[in-house]
């Protein structure tokens, strides 16, 4: 018996199985690529003598993933994401299981290259794939989708600093690439853009009656180009996409300089990423119910108050106040913008026009992280990129306002 339907004879929608690739994905590429990162800058510190600007500034190679993303869009529209995903899980793995064989510096950052072209990649399928797979409830399946990522950083970094101590940093790596490679694997099995036609009218997979993909309807990246939206939309993503380059990698740092031990500090950010879970299901859910145009609206400006407010955080009510709060908001962030794209545009030419927007994050992960650090070297602290970025989460939600679509579409 065919491996999907002895899923489907369990009771479980095939869809759970198919969005479970770019969860696991992105917990996967961010649990490891970003959230434990650090973890590996002493190990290499200290067998190659390198020091911490020198590995830290493969982080921007981050940026370069959206360099091919307009192209890896057209051929998903074309030829789905199976392959996409799976190619994309493929590059992290390669990159993964060269590690142990690194002499040079530069051999780091090729193998990163290749690592963050991988990761850039696979946000693209998520969408699309929800998109298809889940008509009604789109808004809280691509919550619980892009909870991938805070899911990663939760359990990605106490399991990497349980086994680099046994296998040193190059098994660890090993480690890495094997649990890559049967993603891939995972991948190539599960992912199908042909969902099941109940004939219940849900998405309960219950009785099916048909299996066949629906004809997918939506504006072409051409269409998409001629029209107001999509420059209001692509500029609120931009703005936006400020909270990881400038704000994320920040954050632990502020606190502390704040006078928050480290412990503490560490809490906070645990907090603020299970709110960030928390925020992507219930704005997922709010985007069904008022549009996710305007959820997005209100999340970057909910974005813009408790980011103010984190300048006051050493004292420990505010900390313990706007610390999760943004989490909320910011953690939303990532399924929201997707959603405004499929419901502005249509899935039939996501991954074209959702690739062409991720362009604009070459800005975003190009000026964010000189922000930073221009604030701290210019005044001693982070008070001056968080006020800059508050102000551009605060015009990205009045773009928002001029992203209105034409219906019917052309």
């Known amino acids: 018996m065919h491996i999907m339907e002895r899923m489907r004879g369990r009771g479980i929608y095939r869809g759970w199985w198919v969005v479970s690739v770019p969860f696991l994905a992105t917990a996967l590429s961010v649990g490891a690529g970003q959230y434990g990162f650090g973890l590996f800058i002493e190990p290499l510190e200290d067998d190659f003598g390198w020091n911490r600007s020198q590995i830290s500034a493969s982080l921007s190679f981050t940026a370069f993933g959206s360099l091919i993303a307009p192209f890896l869009g057209r051929v998903m529209d074309r030829h789905g994401t199976k392959y996409i995903m799976a190619g994309s899980l493929g590059l992290i793995?390669?990159?993964?299981?060269?590690?142990?064989?690194?002499?040079?510096?530069?051999?780091?950052?090729?193998?990163?290259?290749?690592?963050?072209?991988?990761?850039?990649?696979?946000?693209?399928?998520?969408?699309r794939l929800v998109g298809i797979w889940f008509q009604r409830n789109r808004g809280r399946v691509m919550g619980i989708t892009a909870m991938g990522a805070n899911f990663g950083g939760l359990v990605m970094p106490p399991f990497l600093g349980l086994i680099l101590p046994m296998l040193m940093w190059q098994g660890s790596y090993l480690v890495l690439a094997a649990i890559s490679v049967a993603l891939t694997v995972y991948a190539l099995v599960v992912i199908s853009e042909s969902p099941p036609v109940p004939s219940t009218g849900d998405e309960t997979g219950e009785t099916v009656t048909?299996?066949?993909?629906?004809?997918?309807?939506?504006?072409?990246?051409?269409?998409?180009?001629?029209?107001?939206?999509?420059?209001?939309?692509?500029?609120?993503?931009?703005?936006?996409?400020?909270?990881?380059?400038?704000?994320?990698?920040?954050?632990?740092?502020?606190?502390?300089?704040?006078?928050?031990?480290?412990?503490?500090?560490?809490?906070?950010?645990?907090?603020?990423?299970?709110?960030?879970?928390?925020?992507?299901?219930?704005?997922?859910?709010?985007?069904?119910?008022?549009?996710?145009?305007?959820?997005?609206?209100?999340?970057?400006?909910?974005?813009?108050?408790?980011?103010?407010?984190?300048?006051?955080?050493?004292?420990?009510?505010?900390?313990?106040?706007?610390?999760?709060?943004?989490?909320?908001?910011?953690?939303?962030?990532?399924?929201l913008f997707q959603l405004v794209v499929q419901g502005a545009f249509g899935i039939r030419h996501y991954g074209s026009i959702m690739g062409t927007?991720?362009?604009?994050?070459?800005?975003?992960?190009?000026?964010?992280?000189?922000?930073?650090?221009?604030?701290?070297?210019?005044?001693?602290?982070?008070?001056?990129?968080?006020?800059?970025?508050?102000?551009?989460?605060?015009?990205?939600?009045?773009?928002?306002?001029?992203?209105?679509?034409?219906?019917?579409?052309?």
């Open 93 to 127: 793995a390669f990159s993964y299981l060269l590690r142990p064989l690194m002499t040079e510096l530069w051999h780091w950052y090729v193998l990163s290259f290749i690592q963050y072209l991988g990761a850039g990649a696979g946000f693209l399928p998520a969408g």
């Open 210 to 335: 048909l299996e066949t993909r629906p004809p997918l309807t939506g504006w072409t990246l051409r269409e998409a180009l001629r029209s107001r939206a999509f420059y209001a939309i692509a500029l609120s993503i931009m703005l936006g996409s400020f909270t990881y380059s400038a704000i994320l990698p920040q954050i632990i740092t502020h606190l502390t300089d704040e006078g928050v031990s480290v412990r503490v500090a560490s809490l906070a950010l645990s907090t603020f990423a299970i709110f960030g879970m928390t925020g992507k299901l219930l704005m997922g859910i709010l985007a069904e119910r008022i549009t996710a145009r305007y959820a997005l609206m209100i999340n970057l400006s909910g974005q813009a108050i408790f980011l103010v407010l984190i300048m006051w955080a050493g004292s420990p009510v505010i900390m313990w106040i706007s610390v999760p709060l943004y989490g909320y908001f910011s953690g939303a962030f990532g399924a």
């Open 357 to 410: 927007i991720g362009l604009t994050n070459m800005v975003s992960f190009g000026i964010g992280p000189i922000l930073a650090g221009a604030s701290v070297d210019l005044t001693g602290s982070y008070r001056i990129a968080f006020i800059t970025v508050a102000a551009l989460f605060l015009v990205g939600a009045l773009s928002l306002t001029q992203a209105r679509v034409p219906k019917p579409a052309p």
